[in-house]
């Protein structure tokens, strides 16, 4: 039994690293470096020109529904609601971030040293698909969490 826990301990220890996953509190300095590592991955796919779905999950008004967002030029053009294909409300677009946003966003909790921080990374391509941030240990919703998926580049 004990060679079958460790056997699936390195698993899951394999799957996280091919995934390029983290999970970090205060003091730990691994996640700069695989987060300087994803994002010199994905800055050389040279998309900055593209579309995919975001979420941002938190307790707080607007600007959960996931959306589609587009960004040409590196900057963000337009987000319309998944579901009804509607554009979101113009004072929630600026929660719905770029890639390039959602690397700055975890910098920024990093630099706060915010109580816990784990990141997941799309394995190919290098941005953050799952992004989770509790900034205070014992403090009830500070906490923000964004859900990246269906990136396709537009060339």
């Not at 630099?111 to 941005?127: C, I, N, P, S």
Request: net charge negative; hydrophobic share 40%; charged share 25%.
């Amino acid at each position: 039994m004990r060679g079958k826990r460790r056997s699936i301990g390195l698993l899951l220890a394999g799957l996280l690293v091919l995934t390029g996953c983290f999970i970090t509190g205060p003091g730990d300095d691994g996640e700069r470096d695989l987060l300087q590592r994803m994002r010199a991955r994905w800055r050389a796919q040279g998309y900055d020109s593209y579309s995919f779905v975001l979420q941002r999950l938190c307790f707080c008004a607007g600007g959960t529904e996931p959306a589609t967002v587009v960004v040409r030029n590196g900057q963000r053009i337009s987000v319309t609601v998944v579901e009804t294909g509607q554009p979101v409300p113009a004072q929630w677009t600026e929660y719905y971030l770029t890639v390039d946003e959602l690397f700055d966003f975890i910098i920024d909790a990093l630099d706060r040293d915010a109580h816990e921080v784990k990141v997941t990374y799309h394995a190919q391509l290098g941005y953050p698909t799952s992004i989770d941030i509790d900034y205070i240990r014992n403090a009830i919703d500070e906490e923000m969490a964004f859900r990246a998926s269906a990136l396709v580049p537009n060339r």
